[in-house]
């Protein structure tokens, strides 16, 4: 955990402690607000903030960290059937609202949700900027899948993702990677590892990797989303 007084410095300035700081859980420290500047500063630095309604406000930097390369993602047979299919709809940045709000509702049925309603005002505000973007899946007028997250210096901080249907977070997904390489994207951050992101091609690399390839150059003329 971080210290008061450096907790206490960030009401007023973004500044946060080496990510190589962080405890053997990826905890770096806790504190500050949901600032837009405030959280570009800790997407900037490989950062996040990660909380439930009982805690601080945590902010996290894991190693390992877990990452989807673009030229990695596994595409079964059955999705790219279903991505074929004309009943569904693709697209980018036509429902982020709809999409922040329908991965809340999944997480409030788990144990420990943390899509509170300061991180939705916060990540809408982000998305209203040009910072945090949607992918979205329609069957008709209806959304049944989507993510959404934050772009950074040629890296897709993937924050969340819901399916109303089967396969709709992972053609969601697809469609991400559509993106990711069509625009050469660095890679796609997934933070923590599960089976369902190793399930479609996820990995997990050094938290000092992850922060290399964070920091290389990535063009200024490549526009991530449209």
Same mark, same amino acid.
């Given at each position: 955990?971080?210290?008061?007084?450096?907790?206490?410095? %960030?009401?007023s &300035? =973004?500044v946060f402690?080496?990510?190589?700081?962080?405890?053997?859980?990826?905890?770096?420290? +806790?504190?500050?607000?949901?600032?837009?500047?405030?959280?570009?500063?800790?997407?900037? #630095?490989?950062?996040?903030?990660? +909380?439930?309604?009982?805690?601080?406000?945590?902010w996290?930097? =894991?190693?390992?960290r877990?990452?989807?390369f673009?030229?990695?993602?596994?595409?079964s047979?059955?999705?790219?059937?279903?991505?074929?299919?004309?009943?569904?709809?693709?697209? *980018?940045?036509?429902a982020?609202?709809q999409?922040?709000?329908?991965?809340?509702?999944?997480?409030?049925? !788990?144990?420990?949700? %943390?899509?509170?309603?300061?991180m #939705?005002?916060a +990540?809408t505000?982000l998305?209203?900027?040009g +910072?945090?973007?949607?992918?979205?899946? %329609?069957?008709?007028?209806t959304? *049944?899948?989507?993510?959404y997250?934050?772009? !950074? $210096?040629?890296?897709?901080?993937?924050?969340?993702m819901?399916?109303?249907?089967?396969?709709?977070?992972?053609?969601?997904?697809?469609?991400?990677?559509?993106?990711?390489?069509?625009? $050469? @994207?660095?890679? #796609?951050?997934? !933070?923590?590892?599960?089976?369902?992101?190793? &399930?479609?091609?996820?990995?997990? *690399? &050094?938290?000092? !990797?992850?922060?290399?390839?964070?920091?290389?150059? @990535?063009?200024?003329?490549?526009? =991530? #989303?449209?």
């Open positions: 955990m971080c210290r008061d007084d450096a907790v206490k410095a %960030w009401l &300035s =973004p402690p080496s990510p190589e700081q962080a405890d053997e859980h990826g905890l770096l420290c +806790y504190g500050g607000e949901l600032s837009e500047a405030m959280l570009l500063e800790a997407y900037r #630095i490989g950062v996040f903030p990660f +909380y439930s309604a009982e805690d601080p406000l945590l996290w930097s =894991p190693d390992p877990m990452v989807l673009a030229d990695e993602f596994h595409c047979r059955r999705l790219r059937r279903r991505l074929r299919q004309a009943r569904y709809r693709l697209t *980018i940045d036509q982020f609202e999409v922040i709000h329908s991965c809340a509702d999944l997480r409030k049925q !788990q144990k420990g949700a %943390w899509l509170l309603p300061e #939705i005002k +990540y505000h998305h209203r900027r +910072y945090a973007h949607s992918f979205e899946v %329609w069957q008709g007028d959304l *049944i899948g989507g993510l997250g934050v772009f !950074q $210096h040629g890296v897709f901080f993937a924050e969340s819901f399916s109303r249907q089967r396969d709709g977070s992972k053609m969601a997904m697809a469609h991400m990677v559509e993106k990711a390489r069509a625009d $050469h @994207w660095k890679l #796609i951050d997934c !933070q923590f590892y599960t089976d369902h992101l190793a &399930s479609m091609g996820c990995r997990e *690399i &050094s938290r000092r !990797q992850f922060l290399q390839l964070l920091a290389a150059p @990535w063009p200024d003329s490549l526009r =991530p #989303i449209a």
